[in-house]
């Protein structure tokens, strides 16, 4: 659920997607919310470290995390219903994925974006020269890696290896291109 208990997507998609979604929705942090049937040692140990809430009730959840209860409330039934109609016309969460949120207690835990590498830096040009903020070469610098993947990676990231082969390729071609410079 959004920070203000509005659903957004397949809770189940990969947290890199998530992110960009997170990203879309100009947000920072979403409630994963469940029930009893989804209580372990890990949502426990969330509960106690103050990064996820318990409550007897969907609108005494609510309250504790700060959403309207009657919008919380209208979600988790909503979902109740799509879980019931065995398909998720909202956002295609494939059925078997699905499980209704009606048994107390009730949780809701804070998830946050998440990427694996740098999502900015540096522009630079195909031989890895750093470009000014008016479209010029600089002469002498080269920027390859973490600091120049702003172009590459962007709100999401694409895949394993990605950031690796985009870092190999323009350390090369900044290589190539500085020793043609002397």
Known sequence: MTPDGER??????FH???????YDYG?????????????????????????AFEADSIDELATKIGIAPEVLISTVNRYNELCELGEDTDFNKPSEYMTP???AKFYALTMSKSNSGTHG???????????DTNGNVIPGLYAAGEVACGQILYREYPGSGTAL????TFGRQAGAAAAKEN
């Open 121 to 131: 830096g540096l522009k630079i040009n195909i031989d890895a020269q750093v470009i």
């Open 165 to 168: 082969i985009s870092f190999l």
């Open 16 to 22: 890199f997607k998530r992110t960009r979604i997170l």
């Open 8 to 13: 957004f997507m397949d809770e189940r998609d």
């Open 101 to 103: 949120i009606n048994e």
């Open 27 to 51: 947000v920072d942090h979403f409630w994963y919310i469940i029930d009893a049937k989804s209580y372990d040692d890990g949502v426990a140990a969330a509960v106690q470290s103050g990064m």
